[in-house]
């Protein structure tokens, strides 16, 4: 069983930073895809990144540019360096582990961010 645990989120003011990252029990190398969801209250969930088995990395149209995701394949440890934060970043962070294309994922139990003056 993959276990996921995030960490790194907070409080922080807008046009900050912060790092999240996400420690996996499971060899990341292995899986196709780890990415990084966000949860807003009473909104959908959206995809903030990804990077594939092969090492490349997508970012979502709402973060391209602020948001980059990369991993540590020794720590078996995928990261979000979120820079220029704005409040509507404010959301709840997910990490997922998808071992094959279009298979089902392993979830993390999420880490908050709030970006709040």
């Known amino acids: 069983q993959v276990q996921l645990v995030e960490s790194g989120g907070g409080l922080v003011q807008p046009g900050g930073s912060l790092r999240l990252s996400c420690a996996a029990s499971v060899d990341i190398s292995d899986y196709y895809a780890m990415r990084w969801y966000r949860q807003a209250p009473g909104k959908e969930r959206e995809l903030v990144a990804t990077?594939?088995?092969?090492?490349?990395?997508m970012h979502g149209d709402s973060v391209r540019g602020r948001f980059t995701i990369s991993r540590d394949t020794a720590e078996n440890t995928v990261y979000l360096q979120m820079n220029s934060l704005k409040s509507e970043d404010t959301a709840k962070y997910y990490c997922s582990a998808e071992k094959y294309a279009g298979g089902g994922a392993s979830w993390g139990q999420g880490t908050a961010v709030t970006v709040s003056s």
């Open positions: 990077i594939f088995r092969s090492g490349t990395p």
